[in-house]
């Protein structure tokens, strides 16, 4: 089992940065992707940002240049800097980890206002 607590959420102004944060614990030794997802009222979990264990990055076109996701390895997290925020951005977002030929994991998702 592994466990993903997400922070790091919070409301902010047009323009504004917030910076995400996941620390993952239990058995995180098979974790190989990680990512965040985002969930707006009303659509669909989208895929925000990648990241391979190698350090290997993918972003969705929406958030390309405003957004970084990185990971640490030792210490088992994940983070994404959000810049440049916009109310588009606004939504649940979530941690999930891939384990190596096993299931996925999610976080229980924090909240992204962002205010025009």
């Known amino acids: 089992q592994v466990q993903l607590v997400e922070s790091g959420g919070g409301l902010v102004q047009s323009g504004g940065s917030l910076r995400l944060s996941c620390a993952a614990s239990g058995r995180t030794a098979n974790i190989n992707d990680m990512a965040w997802y985002r969930q707006a009222p009303g659509k669909q979990r989208e895929l925000v940002a990648g990241?391979?264990?190698?350090?290997?990055?993918k972003y969705a076109d929406s958030v390309k240049g405003r957004f970084t996701i990185s990971r640490d390895n030792a210490k088992n997290t994940v983070a994404l800097q959000m810049n440049s925020l916009e109310p588009e951005d606004t939504a649940v977002y979530y941690c999930?980890?891939?384990?190596?030929?096993?299931?996925?994991?999610w976080g229980q998702g924090t909240q992204v206002t962002v205010s025009s």
């Open positions: 990241i391979s264990r190698g350090g290997s990055t």
């Open positions: 999930n980890a891939q384990v190596l030929f096993s299931r996925s994991y």
